[in-house]
């Protein structure tokens, strides 16, 4: 089992670049998650999706962040233009049942806005 | 606003000490996650209490669960090196759409060798 896959482990960029956090899950779970941690503000849920469907984007911050879901084996995260305060450990995590129990998160991004 | 709060924020003990952290949530709940995140890691499931179970174990763990005081504790015994690391609560907001699982601030645990 191969886990929850995220690319890339890190990532530098310059303010105002776009960037683009990949994610794929392990195989048949039906439900997806973008969460952010940083020391201030701890671990944030930004987005799910069940069944590749978005369920709640209340906790993505502003417009310059969007997410898909094109198939079950694939989501993205993007931000554009990125800002400095962007900078955080972006995970995906996702869960055979919903995300009502187990979730299963990937390694992580490491974000760095310059 | 998070659902969960652990307590205490960090922790620091000696190997074979048992280290006891609590969570502390708002409102009712079906099931209560712990998991474990080592340093540069993603977190990873340790346990899951439902909220008519009072006490589980899990190997060196041990989970309870107090619904009318919205509180939950996480005794690691014995505890090992391997053991360094932030412990969080978790708990899932049920919609009919899909569960959205809230985590609080963590606790940091540090065990001296």
């Known amino acids: 089992d191969a886990g929850v896959i995220q690319s890339p482990r890190h990532e530098v960029t310059e303010m105002g670049q776009e960037v683009t956090l990949r994610c794929k899950p392990i195989?048949?779970?039906?439900?997806l998650f973008w969460y952010r941690q940083t020391m201030m503000r701890g671990l944030e849920l930004l987005i799910y999706?069940?069944?590749?469907?978005?369920?709640?984007d209340s906790g993505m911050p502003e417009d310059r962040f969007s997410a898909k879901m094109p198939n079950a084996s694939f989501s993205t995260l993007k931000i554009q233009p990125s800002e400095p305060r962007d900078s955080a450990v972006y995970f995906c995590?996702?869960?055979?049942?919903?995300?009502?129990?187990?979730?299963?998160f990937g390694s992580g991004t490491q974000l760095s806005v310059l | 606003s998070q659902q969960g709060e652990e307590d205490p924020q960090a922790l620091s003990i000696q190997e074979g000490e048992n280290a006891t952290m609590n969570c502390s949530y708002k409102?009712?709940?079906?099931?209560l996650q712990w998991y474990r995140q080592n340093s540069g890691r993603g977190l990873v499931h340790l346990i899951l209490?439902?909220?008519?179970?009072r006490e589980k174990h899990s190997g060196r763990l041990r989970v309870t669960l107090d619904t009318s005081k919205k509180s939950s504790s996480l005794l690691i015994t014995a505890s090992r090196a391997a053991d360094t690391a932030s412990y969080f609560c978790?708990?899932?907001?049920?919609?009919?759409?899909?569960?959205?699982?809230?985590f609080g601030g963590g606790t940091r645990v540090l065990v001296k060798p």
């Open positions: 978790a708990t899932p907001l049920i919609k009919a759409a899909g569960n959205k699982l809230t």
């Open positions: 409102t009712s709940i079906n099931n």
């Open positions: 195989s048949g779970h039906n439900s």
């Open positions: 999706f069940n069944n590749n469907v978005p369920i709640d």
């Open positions: 995590a996702s869960s055979p049942t919903g995300g009502g129990e187990k979730l299963f």
């Open positions: 209490i439902r909220s008519n179970e």
